[in-house]
Protein backbone atom coordinates (compact mmCIF):
# COMPACT_ATOMS: atom_id res chain seq x y z
CA UNK A 1 0.00 0.00 0.00
CA UNK A 2 2.62 2.56 0.74
CA UNK A 3 4.48 1.38 -2.47
CA UNK A 4 1.49 2.05 -4.55
CA UNK A 5 1.15 5.68 -2.95
CA UNK A 6 4.67 6.49 -3.12
CA UNK A 7 4.15 5.56 -7.18
CA UNK A 8 1.03 8.16 -7.30
CA UNK A 9 3.67 11.01 -5.54
CA UNK A 10 6.18 10.60 -8.09
CA UNK A 11 5.10 12.53 -11.10
CA UNK A 12 4.07 15.42 -8.84
CA UNK A 13 7.39 15.70 -7.49
CA UNK A 14 9.05 15.35 -11.18
CA UNK A 15 6.82 18.05 -12.18
CA UNK A 16 7.85 20.29 -9.35
CA UNK A 17 11.24 19.45 -9.88
CA UNK A 18 11.46 20.20 -13.56
CA UNK A 19 9.35 23.56 -13.15
CA UNK A 20 11.95 24.87 -10.23
CA UNK A 21 14.99 23.92 -12.60
CA UNK A 22 13.74 25.44 -15.22
CA UNK A 23 12.56 28.74 -13.40
CA UNK A 24 16.42 28.59 -12.27
CA UNK A 25 17.62 28.20 -15.88
CA UNK A 26 15.71 30.47 -17.56
CA UNK A 27 14.51 33.03 -15.24
CA UNK A 28 16.08 36.59 -16.53
CA UNK A 29 18.70 37.99 -14.53
CA UNK A 30 18.97 41.65 -14.05
CA UNK A 31 22.22 43.95 -13.50
CA UNK A 32 21.86 46.11 -9.75
CA UNK A 33 21.07 49.61 -10.21
CA UNK A 34 23.43 52.27 -8.71
CA UNK A 35 22.25 53.73 -5.69
CA UNK A 36 24.98 55.28 -4.21
CA UNK A 37 24.45 59.00 -4.03
CA UNK A 38 20.82 58.84 -4.11
CA UNK A 39 18.42 59.37 -1.77
CA UNK A 40 16.37 56.55 -0.20
CA UNK A 41 12.90 57.34 -2.03
CA UNK A 42 14.35 57.83 -4.97
CA UNK A 43 16.25 54.51 -4.62
CA UNK A 44 12.56 53.12 -3.79
CA UNK A 45 11.12 53.79 -6.80
CA UNK A 46 13.98 52.50 -9.06
CA UNK A 47 14.21 48.99 -7.30
CA UNK A 48 10.11 49.06 -7.25
CA UNK A 49 10.46 48.89 -10.94
CA UNK A 50 13.39 46.36 -11.27
CA UNK A 51 10.99 44.38 -8.79
CA UNK A 52 13.77 44.08 -5.73
CA UNK A 53 13.37 44.55 -2.12
CA UNK A 54 15.37 46.42 -0.14
CA UNK A 55 16.73 46.26 3.00
CA UNK A 56 17.79 48.76 5.32
CA UNK A 57 21.31 47.77 6.62
CA UNK A 58 22.69 50.40 8.47
CA UNK A 59 22.58 53.93 9.11
CA UNK A 60 25.59 56.00 9.65
CA UNK A 61 26.28 59.54 11.06
CA UNK A 62 27.12 62.14 8.43
CA UNK A 63 27.52 66.02 8.53
CA UNK A 64 27.94 66.89 5.05
CA UNK A 65 25.32 64.56 3.12
CA UNK A 66 21.56 65.16 3.55
CA UNK A 67 20.04 62.61 5.46
CA UNK A 68 18.40 59.44 3.71
CA UNK A 69 21.53 59.68 1.31
CA UNK A 70 22.69 55.81 -0.11
CA UNK A 71 26.49 55.80 0.63
CA UNK A 72 26.62 51.72 0.39
CA UNK A 73 24.97 49.11 -1.18
CA UNK A 74 24.90 45.29 -1.19
CA UNK A 75 25.26 43.61 -3.98
CA UNK A 76 27.30 46.40 -5.84
CA UNK A 77 26.25 48.46 -8.97
CA UNK A 78 26.01 45.66 -12.29
CA UNK A 79 26.28 43.25 -10.43
CA UNK A 80 23.72 40.14 -11.54
CA UNK A 81 20.62 39.59 -9.42
CA UNK A 82 17.62 37.84 -9.93
CA UNK A 83 13.98 39.49 -9.31
CA UNK A 84 12.54 39.39 -5.86
CA UNK A 85 15.98 39.20 -4.42
CA UNK A 86 17.09 42.56 -1.86
CA UNK A 87 19.30 44.80 -2.14
CA UNK A 88 21.10 45.97 0.85
CA UNK A 89 21.61 49.79 1.95
CA UNK A 90 23.88 51.97 4.26
CA UNK A 91 21.87 55.19 4.54
CA UNK A 92 23.55 57.87 5.79
CA UNK A 93 21.71 60.09 8.98
CA UNK A 94 22.66 63.58 10.43
CA UNK A 95 24.30 63.41 13.88
CA UNK A 96 22.36 63.99 17.33
CA UNK A 97 22.89 67.60 18.05
CA UNK A 98 22.77 69.25 21.46
CA UNK A 99 21.99 72.40 22.90
CA UNK A 100 25.03 74.38 25.07
CA UNK A 101 24.29 74.12 28.76
CA UNK A 102 24.89 78.07 30.28
CA UNK A 103 28.42 77.59 32.07
CA UNK A 104 29.28 81.33 32.78
CA UNK A 105 29.34 82.04 36.08
CA UNK A 106 29.95 78.07 37.46
CA UNK A 107 33.74 77.14 38.34
CA UNK A 108 35.51 74.69 36.65
CA UNK A 109 34.31 71.70 38.98
CA UNK A 110 30.56 72.83 38.30
CA UNK A 111 30.42 72.61 34.78
CA UNK A 112 32.76 69.65 34.16
CA UNK A 113 30.05 67.69 36.32
CA UNK A 114 27.14 69.05 34.51
CA UNK A 115 28.91 68.34 31.13
CA UNK A 116 29.95 64.84 32.41
CA UNK A 117 27.13 62.58 30.89
CA UNK A 118 26.63 65.17 27.32
CA UNK A 119 28.32 63.96 23.71
CA UNK A 120 30.06 67.19 24.16
CA UNK A 121 33.85 67.40 23.61
CA UNK A 122 35.12 70.99 25.57
CA UNK A 123 38.10 73.08 24.88
CA UNK A 124 39.01 75.69 27.76
CA UNK A 125 41.26 78.94 27.27
CA UNK A 126 42.46 81.00 29.90
CA UNK A 127 41.67 84.62 30.39
CA UNK A 128 44.13 86.33 32.75
CA UNK A 129 41.41 88.21 34.76
CA UNK A 130 40.53 88.81 38.71
CA UNK A 131 38.13 86.87 38.40
CA UNK A 132 38.06 83.57 40.64
CA UNK A 133 40.21 80.92 38.94
CA UNK A 134 38.44 78.40 37.18
CA UNK A 135 35.26 80.59 36.93
CA UNK A 136 33.48 80.36 33.26
CA UNK A 137 33.59 83.65 32.10
CA UNK A 138 32.57 83.06 28.30
CA UNK A 139 31.04 80.26 26.63
CA UNK A 140 30.70 79.19 22.47
CA UNK A 141 28.22 78.73 21.25
CA UNK A 142 26.38 80.80 23.63
CA UNK A 143 24.08 79.30 26.54
CA UNK A 144 21.12 76.92 24.54
CA UNK A 145 22.32 77.65 20.95
CA UNK A 146 23.23 74.16 18.82
CA UNK A 147 26.25 72.97 19.62
CA UNK A 148 28.39 72.05 16.12
CA UNK A 149 30.26 69.29 15.94
CA UNK A 150 29.82 68.70 19.42
CA UNK A 151 32.33 70.88 20.55
CA UNK A 152 31.80 73.54 23.08
CA UNK A 153 34.91 76.56 23.80
CA UNK A 154 34.90 77.39 27.08
CA UNK A 155 36.73 80.88 28.55
CA UNK A 156 38.24 80.27 32.23
CA UNK A 157 39.88 82.63 34.28
CA UNK A 158 43.24 82.53 35.61
CA UNK A 159 44.95 84.99 38.24
CA UNK A 160 46.18 88.16 36.85
CA UNK A 161 49.55 88.78 38.88
CA UNK A 162 50.33 91.40 36.65
CA UNK A 163 51.15 95.16 37.95
CA UNK A 164 50.79 97.59 36.11
CA UNK A 165 53.82 100.63 36.42
CA UNK A 166 55.20 103.82 34.76
CA UNK A 167 58.44 102.88 32.69
CA UNK A 168 60.79 105.30 34.64
CA UNK A 169 63.45 107.22 32.72
CA UNK A 170 66.42 105.55 32.36
CA UNK A 171 68.34 107.52 29.52
CA UNK A 172 71.38 109.82 31.63
CA UNK A 173 71.74 106.69 33.71
CA UNK A 174 74.83 104.48 33.44
CA UNK A 175 74.79 100.71 32.98
CA UNK A 176 75.48 99.77 36.14
CA UNK A 177 72.52 101.93 37.91
CA UNK A 178 70.22 100.95 35.53
CA UNK A 179 70.54 97.21 36.39
CA UNK A 180 70.46 98.13 40.46
CA UNK A 181 67.00 99.46 39.41
CA UNK A 182 65.44 96.24 38.18
CA UNK A 183 67.11 94.06 40.14
CA UNK A 184 63.56 93.40 42.33
CA UNK A 185 61.46 92.82 39.04
CA UNK A 186 61.24 89.98 36.71
CA UNK A 187 63.03 91.50 33.97
CA UNK A 188 65.07 90.74 30.82
CA UNK A 189 67.71 93.89 30.50
CA UNK A 190 69.09 93.95 26.98
CA UNK A 191 71.98 96.23 26.87
CA UNK A 192 73.58 97.43 23.36
CA UNK A 193 76.60 99.40 22.36
CA UNK A 194 77.15 100.14 18.69
CA UNK A 195 80.33 100.80 18.63
CA UNK A 196 81.23 96.84 19.96
CA UNK A 197 78.14 94.61 19.73
CA UNK A 198 79.80 92.40 22.64
CA UNK A 199 80.94 94.86 24.74
CA UNK A 200 79.79 94.79 28.58
CA UNK A 201 80.50 97.37 30.76
CA UNK A 202 78.71 99.01 34.11
CA UNK A 203 79.93 102.69 33.56
CA UNK A 204 78.38 103.72 30.06
CA UNK A 205 76.15 105.87 29.69
CA UNK A 206 72.29 105.05 28.40
CA UNK A 207 71.12 107.06 25.44
CA UNK A 208 68.21 105.49 24.22
CA UNK A 209 65.51 102.76 25.97
CA UNK A 210 62.35 100.58 24.87
CA UNK A 211 60.10 101.03 26.14
CA UNK A 212 60.29 104.42 26.51
CA UNK A 213 59.68 106.52 29.45
CA UNK A 214 56.26 107.14 30.81
CA UNK A 215 55.02 103.69 29.08
CA UNK A 216 52.69 101.75 31.44
CA UNK A 217 54.37 98.04 31.53
CA UNK A 218 52.98 95.12 33.54
CA UNK A 219 55.32 93.28 35.81
CA UNK A 220 54.23 89.49 35.64
CA UNK A 221 56.44 86.73 37.20
CA UNK A 222 55.18 84.34 34.65
CA UNK A 223 55.70 86.47 31.80
CA UNK A 224 58.83 88.29 32.51
CA UNK A 225 59.47 92.00 30.63
CA UNK A 226 62.12 92.83 28.52
CA UNK A 227 63.77 96.16 28.58
CA UNK A 228 66.29 97.39 25.63
CA UNK A 229 69.02 99.81 26.48
CA UNK A 230 71.24 101.82 24.13
CA UNK A 231 74.55 102.84 25.73
CA UNK A 232 77.61 105.17 24.04
Known sequence: MKLSALFWTLPFISFMAGYFLLHSLYIQELQTPNLIGKQLQESLYILSECNLNVRIMAQKES???????????????TTKIKPNQSVFLVICKKPKTSRAPS???KSRTEYEQLLKDMPITVKSYA????????????????PHMT??????????AVADDSKPVLMPLLIGKTAQQVQEILASYSINLIVTHPAAPEHTCTSCIVNA?????????SFNSQKPLSIEIQTN
Open 63 to 77: VDLPEGTIINQTPSA
Open 209 to 217: QRPIAGSIV
Open 127 to 142: LATQHPKGMCLAQLPQ
Open 147 to 156: VVDNTLMVYT
Open 103 to 105: LIG
